[in-house]
Each structure stands twice: as structure tokens, then as C-alpha cells.
């Protein structure tokens, strides 16, 4: 598991850098030909355009189609994140070319230099998150962390209401599953947001949907967390998540 968290946070570097250096690279490319009084009238709206459609892409995709995997050395199941190209470095990119380009005209316009800081500085936040964590969330006989680019918590399974309800997720859209808390207190976490009880799906190899199921069979079965981590329980899980109703 923690090779796998690892190998997602260099993937995802990797792409916060690409981005931005390709967001920089547009607007450079722009201010060029605006310069040369060539195409920018044409390359002008393109970055817009292409981020419209990436950001269209993105929440629209298929859901992940991964399975829940298992580290029976940490005694946890977890989910790590999708493979390819996520939200975060198509905002760091987009933000990276405001930015850029809004700094060549900070000369002659006060209101384009605060443009050129404030997306300087979302650009940057996204990295900073980039580097830092990788979506993912993780079952264990204590509880449930669920990590999101700004922040990561820790809900114990004593927080949690047995007979409460789990939220059910959009299959398709970029969503969450909310979480029957009923002891906010005992929540643990790092970054920020207030959202503590939302499990973000979008980012994740699995399924909305199949998550929120497993979310919600070790919310109502109690007696079946002690053996989270397990193979013999993962394959019972699966078994009655699978079978016959």
C-alpha cells in the first residue's frame, strides 16, 4: 500500500509540473505572436477552449474500474487513485497560463498584475497539494482515511452511526459519499476544508457506487471490522456484495 501511495505521488508530480510548464509555454507562445501581431486572435481563445473541453473530459469519464485491493501486512483495504490525468493539473495548467499571461500585461494594467497573483498563487496551492498527497482512501479494524489533495482525515469507526445512512454518489459526475457521523469530535485531520465526512469518488480507481457499498456494509456490520485487511475478508465482501440479494 504504501509503495502504491508513493508511485501515485510521483505520478502526480509529474504531471503538476508538465502542466504547469505547458500552461507557461501557451501564454509565452501567445504574448509572442500578440507581439509579432500574428495569430493571437486564433491562439486566443484556444487555451480556453482546450480547457473547457479537458475539464468537460474529466467529469464526464467512466468511472474507475478498479477493486478494492488489500495489504495484509497493514491490515487494510484501500483504493488508490485512477490512472491518467486527474482535475488538479488541468486547473494548475489553466492557472499557470493566466497567470503567465496576465504578468505581461501588468505593465500597463494594475487589475492584470492582481489577476497574475491571485492565479499565481492557485497554481501554486494545486502544486503544493500535488506534492503532498494522493487521492486515496483506506479501510482498517480502526476506522476510514480518505485523502483529497487538501486535506486527509481520519474517521474512527466510533464516530460513525451504525444505523445511519450512507450517501449514495453520482455514477458518473464528480461526487462524494457522505459518511453518518454522529461524533465530529473524534475526527482527525491534516490540510483544510470542512467536509470531513465526504469521501470524494472522482479521483478514485473504483467505482462511486461500489465504494459506497463497501462504506456502507462495514457501517452496519460492526462485527465484521475487526477483520478488515484480510484476503479470507475481502473475499467474503466480495462475495456478498456480488451475490444474490
Known amino acids: 500500500m504504501a509503495e502504491s501511495i508513493a508511485a501515485a505521488r510521483r505520478r502526480q508530480r509529474i504531471r503538476i509540473v508538465v502542466a504547469l ?7 509565452l507562445l501567445a504574448h509572442r505572436e500578440e507581439a509579432l501581431g500574428g495569430s493571437a486572435g486564433l491562439l486566443g481563445p484556444l487555451p480556453v477552449l482546450l480547457f473547457a473541453g479537458a475539464i468537460l473530459w474529466v467529469v464526464w469519464r467512466r468511472p474507475g474500474r478498479g477493486e478494492l485491493r488489500v495489504d495484509e501486512q497493514e491490515r487494510a483495504f484501500y483504493v488508490p487513485p485512477r490512472p491518467g490525468v486527474g482535475l488538479a493539473p488541468v486547473w494548475a495548467g489553466y492557472a499557470a497560463y493566466q497567470a503567465v499571461g496576465s504578468a505581461f500585461d501588468a505593465p500597463r494594467d494594475r487589475t492584470s498584475l492582481a489577476f497574475a497573483v491571485l492565479f499565481g498563487i492557485f497554481a501554486l496551492g494545486i ?3 500535488c506534492w503532498r498527497r494522493a487521492p486515496g482512501v483506506e479501510l482498517t479494524p480502526d476506522g476510514i482515511t480518505h485523502r483529497h489533495l487538501e486535506r486527509e482525515v481520519f474517521v474512527p469507526w466510533a464516530a460513525v452511526d451504525p444505523a445511519g445512512r450512507v450517501g449514495t454518489p453520482s455514477p458518473r459526475r464528480v461526487g462524494a459519499i457522505s459518511l453518518p457521523i454522529v461524533r465530529p469530535e473524534l475526527l482527525r485531520g491534516r490540510g483544510w476544508g470542512r467536509t470531513r465526512d465526504q469521501v470524494g469518488t472522482a479521483e478514485l480507481d473504483l467505482a462511486p457506487a461500489r465504494l459506497a457499498a463497501v462504506l456502507r456494509h462495514y457501517v452496519t ?5 475487526s477483520a478488515i485487511g484480510t484476503t479470507g475478508e475481502l473475499a467474503r465482501l466480495r462475495q456478498r456484495l456480488d451475490g444474490p440479494a
Open 21 to 27: 510548464l505547458l500552461g507557461g509555454a501557451a501564454a
Open 127 to 129: 502544486a503544493v497539494g
Open 221 to 225: 456490520h460492526p462485527e465484521d471490522r
